[in-house]
């Protein structure tokens, strides 16, 4: 999490070029929705691609400027900028503006802000420096109570906007805290859950629902024989 090694800053790489990998891969698809045969001026800043490769440009400088800062302030401030952004995603239920159904924009001189996007910033500060923390382990279901606590608030928030398809960035969280230590049978459970509310709206047929839950308590069965086996050999 927050570490350093002289000038080192110990980044992901692979964390890294996934990010960059996605970035392009985004980039492609606005590409290719706006690409029309014969079309100029599809590289222009005012266009969708344009306006994407200035994003994009400002986030890399944000990224270089970011890890110049000493990784104590963030780890300092990592809470009180949590604290911000959850009092601006309160204030936009009633101060912000409504566009397209949601109201999840400050409208200031003439400028949309979405805080929804700062949220996520905050809340990657705010679980770093908790799961960076000496001591603290998602092995044990108290810690794992207050991480739960930090994703679910702005998740709450930004849904009561609503704005789901922000709201639903926030559930990668989950990949980040199965990588430090949360027990798999979360994913599992929730997992089970969500196929089970798939297959009742697919069909009105009980016997499908028994069928799966079946092949489900197998697979566990299996899994956890498996498990204890290797314990004892």
């Given at each position: 999490?927050?570490?350093?090694?002289?000038?080192?800053?110990?980044?992901?790489?692979?964390?890294?070029?996934?990010?960059?990998?996605?970035?392009?891969?985004?980039?492609?698809?606005?590409?290719?929705?706006?690409?029309?045969?014969?079309?100029?001026?599809?590289?222009?800043?005012?266009?969708?691609?344009?306006?994407?490769?200035?994003?994009?440009g400002i986030s890399f400088v944000a990224f270089f400027i970011i890890t110049l800062i000493d990784y104590k302030f963030w780890q300092t401030f990592a809470f009180p900028i949590y604290g911000l952004t959850l009092l601006s995603l309160i204030g936009v239920l009633i101060f912000g503006v409504e566009i397209k159904g949601a109201r999840s924009w400050y409208s200031i001189a003439g400028f949309t802000i979405q805080p929804s996007e700062f949220a996520k910033f905050g809340t990657c500060l705010a679980m770093a420096a908790y799961l960076g923390t000496v001591g603290n382990s998602l092995k044990q279901f108290n810690h794992q109570l207050v991480a739960a606590g930090l994703l679910v608030a702005p998740f709450i928030l930004i849904g009561l906007q609503p704005d789901m398809g922000s709201a639903l960035v926030f559930t990668s969280f989950l990949i980040v805290m199965y990588r430090e230590g949360l027990p798999g049978i979360y994913y599992i459970i929730g997992g089970t859950l969500v196929l089970l509310l798939i297959m009742g709206l697919m069909t009105d047929d009980p016997r499908y629902i028994w069928i799966f839950l079946e092949g489900i308590g197998v697979v566990w069965l299996s899994s956890y024989v498996f498990k204890q086996r290797n314990l004892y050999v």
């Open positions: 999490m927050f570490q350093k090694r002289g000038i080192d800053r110990n980044i992901d790489w692979i964390t890294l070029s996934l990010y960059l990998a996605l970035v392009m891969l985004g980039w492609s698809v606005i590409y290719a929705v706006e690409y029309r045969e014969g079309q100029e001026g599809l590289f222009q800043l005012n266009s969708p691609v344009g306006k994407q490769i200035i994003w994009s």
